[in-house]
């Protein structure tokens, strides 16, 4: 694999102190029989399916400041998020509620039958989770959500990664991306104040954030980073993970899922998140997420090497 698994040092049910496990009963209305762990995905927190007594099943996130600082309030943010998204569209897990004692936070949902596209990605899955995002953008359109970031400011400090980097040089930085930095700036600018929309977007998508169905059909999971921005953004997003693996033509995706979108402004799109990947791979490890910074780096690698291609196709 190109890549580390995205995951983190995940608790499970059983670490739960006894009162949050009867909060989270309190919400289900019922007790807890079968508490499945699940692991992947970059939080340090528990991710259980559940059974409880009468046969009710849901799935269950649960953090605290222990296990990372930042992550009780990234799962606040998506419970705010979930219950008006899920109404709004089929494609958002439905919430059942929530348990918040100020230090512990647990978000229950509804189970989904389904499990994440394996990587490297198959045209099959990439297909169905690109019409998947299209749908859901249709759906969430114009922003059920009241008080949304823009997507251009909520990605200002990401993209600003090369800058950061100019100002303070990096010794493993690429030796093209070095001669480049002032072009990856203006294009990563650009990107930034380009980014207008009223569409919901996800701005997280991995194949660990989507569940596939039996009967195909995708669900997108993990809403903490939702922004107001362009319609085509997600699908955009998500090609850089199918990336990643390898088995695709990046610029093959673009030209089938993404034909409406100015190329100047797809390239631009990838400086700024390469500008992100780049600058946080760099950084030291954040708390119980012990892959995080290679993840990064290896988008990095995977996105540069796109950008550089598409640069030059154009040169």
Request: charged letters at 25%; glycine letters at 8%.
């Amino acid at each position: 694999m190109p890549a580390p698994p995205a995951t983190g040092q995940r608790i499970g049910w059983t670490d739960l102190p006894a009162h949050v496990q009867r909060g989270i009963e309190a919400v289900l209305g019922d007790r807890v029989v079968v508490a499945e762990s699940q692991a992947g995905g970059f939080s340090p927190g528990t991710a259980d399916r559940i059974r409880t007594e009468s046969g009710r099943t849901a799935f269950v996130k649960a953090v605290s400041p222990e296990q990372n600082p930042d992550s009780p309030d990234l799962l606040r943010r998506e419970a705010d998020h979930l219950a008006t998204l899920s109404a709004a569209s089929p494609r958002v897990p439905r919430p059942l509620g929530r348990y918040d004692d100020g230090h512990w936070i647990a978000l229950a949902m509804e189970e989904v039958d389904g499990r994440c596209p394996p990587v490297p990605w198959s045209g099959e899955h990439v297909d169905a989770a690109m019409t998947t995002l299209d749908a859901l953008a249709d759906d969430l359109t114009p922003s059920p959500v009241p008080g949304l970031a823009p997507a251009g400011e909520a990605l200002e400090s990401l993209f600003a990664g090369w800058s950061r980097l100019r100002d303070q040089p990096h010794p493993g930085l690429d030796p093209w991306v070095a001669s480049h930095l002032d072009e990856l700036i203006v294009r990563s600018e650009d990107a930034r104040d380009s980014l207008d929309g009223t569409t919901v977007v996800h701005l997280d998508l991995r194949a660990d954030n989507l569940l596939v169905r039996a009967d195909g059909s995708v669900v997108v999971v993990d809403w903490p980073w939702a922004v107001v921005g362009p319609d085509w953004l997600d699908r955009l997003l998500l090609m850089i993970n199918i990336d990643l693996y390898g088995g695709h033509d990046p610029d093959d995706l673009v030209a089938r899922y993404l034909p409406e979108v100015d190329p100047t402004l797809v390239t631009n799109c990838l400086a700024g998140m390469c500008a992100f990947f780049t600058d946080a791979g760099r950084l030291p490890s954040a708390p119980g997420l012990p892959t995080l910074r290679a993840f990064q780096q290896a988008q990095a690698d995977s996105t540069t090497a796109w950008l550089r291609r598409r640069l030059q196709a154009r040169a």
